[in-house]
């Protein structure tokens, strides 16, 4: 119902026309009421965060506030994988035959998931692990463990909803939505972090490239990166200009995942697997 509803909607002129509205400085009498409504509604907790409701000059900046220091504390171990994201488990497990589950009696491709990369088959009977940011969430992204970011895949496509709807009622929703794929190599082998894009996310950005989601036009890209750039775990990767979901896929015998349910909270450095090899 819900696809048949809204498969004609224009998501991606919606998604584009909302987060151009987020990013306009509007007047304080007028933000901060919003920004407080917001807050109000969604249950936000923000003595999480560093900076009052009085410092952001756009409804974008708050939705892309930072946390205060110390309250995503990271360990920097490096036999442990943390999560990169502050949100709630949707699926997880082992990636068999080239599939993932996207929720229960549906599946999707990881060769379509990762725009065909030719190090797509490498990741098969690995782990994957997808983690859906509610609009009351922490919407930066962070690495989850150290390491090397050499290339990445950029793959425009749709906006629909990932919301628990949209999980349910889209085939194939997170190779329908645009995506940004990070490559990041470990010392213990690589991992790939997906930023799928969704209905209302203005843009993704990353902290490596210039690139931006969500523009009239935009052509699938895949680059290696003249100067990798070196993260230490926990750094931030980049950032959701309003919500979505990160699905972050590990290579078989690198990691061992944590048994997380669907339906579980994480926050942004939280562990989440052990390293099998250092």
Same mark, same amino acid.
């Given at each position: 119902?819900?696809?048949?509803?809204?498969?004609?909607?224009?998501?991606?002129?919606?998604?584009?026309?909302?987060?151009?509205? %987020?990013?306009?400085?509007?007047?304080?009498?007028?933000?901060?009421?919003?920004?407080?409504?917001? =807050?109000?509604?969604?249950?936000?907790?923000?003595?999480?965060?560093?900076?009052?409701?009085?410092?952001?000059?756009?409804?974008?900046?708050?939705?892309?506030?930072? /946390?205060?220091?110390?309250?995503?504390?990271?360990?920097?171990?490096?036999?442990?994988?943390?999560? $990169?994201?502050?949100?709630?488990?949707?699926?997880?497990?082992?990636?068999?035959?080239?599939?993932?589950?996207?929720?229960?009696?549906?599946?999707?491709?990881? %060769?379509? !998931?990762?725009?065909?990369?030719?190090?797509?088959?490498?990741?098969?009977?690995?782990?994957?692990?997808?983690?859906?940011?509610?609009?009351?969430?922490?919407?930066? =992204?962070?690495?989850?463990?150290? &390491?090397?970011?050499?290339?990445?895949?950029?793959?425009?496509?749709?906006?629909?909803?990932?919301?628990?709807?949209?999980?349910? *009622?889209?085939?194939?929703?997170?190779?329908?939505?645009?995506?940004?794929?990070?490559?990041?190599?470990?010392?213990?082998?690589?991992?790939?972090?997906?930023? /799928? &894009?969704?209905?209302?996310? &203005?843009? =993704?950005?990353?902290?490596?490239?210039?690139?931006?989601?969500?523009?009239? &036009? %935009?052509?699938?890209?895949?680059?290696?990166?003249?100067?990798? !750039?070196?993260?230490?775990?926990? %750094?931030?990767? *980049?950032?959701?200009?309003?919500?979505?979901?990160?699905?972050?896929?590990?290579?078989?015998?690198?990691?061992?995942?944590? $048994?997380?349910?669907?339906?579980?909270? /994480?926050?942004?450095?939280?562990?989440?697997?052990?390293?099998?090899?250092?």
């Amino acid at each position: 119902m819900y696809y048949s509803v809204f498969r004609w909607f224009p998501k991606s002129a919606f998604s584009r026309l909302l987060g151009w509205l %987020a990013s306009i400085a509007f007047p304080g009498w007028l933000l901060r009421p919003v920004i407080r409504a917001y =807050i109000g509604v969604f249950s936000i907790d923000m003595s999480q965060f560093a900076l009052p409701v009085e410092a952001y000059p756009t409804f974008n900046a708050f939705f892309t506030r930072p /946390v205060r220091e110390g309250a995503r504390p990271v360990l920097q171990d490096p036999r442990i994988l943390v999560s $990169p994201v502050d949100g709630v488990v949707v699926e997880g497990g082992r990636m068999d035959d080239g599939r993932l589950v996207q929720c229960k009696g549906r599946t999707y491709s990881l %060769a379509e !998931l990762l725009g065909g990369d030719p190090s797509w088959p490498s990741y098969d009977g690995g782990s994957f692990l997808t983690l859906y940011l509610s609009p009351r969430d922490y919407h930066r =992204i962070h690495a989850p463990c150290a &390491g090397r970011v050499n290339r990445f895949r950029y793959l425009p496509g749709a906006l629909w909803t990932v919301s628990p709807a949209g999980v349910r *009622g889209v085939p194939n929703l997170f190779t329908r939505n645009e995506r940004l794929v990070t490559f990041l190599q470990a010392d213990f082998g690589e991992v790939a972090v997906v930023a /799928v &894009g969704a209905t209302v996310v &203005g843009k =993704i950005r990353v902290v490596y490239h210039p690139i931006v989601s969500n523009l009239r &036009g %935009a052509r699938p890209l895949a680059e290696t990166l003249a100067e990798p !750039l070196l993260l230490r775990q926990g %750094a931030e990767l *980049g950032r959701f200009e309003l919500g979505s979901t990160v699905i972050l896929l590990t290579r078989p015998g690198e990691v061992d995942p944590h $048994p997380l349910q669907a339906g579980d909270p /994480v926050r942004m450095g939280m562990p989440i697997g052990r390293v099998t090899h250092a």
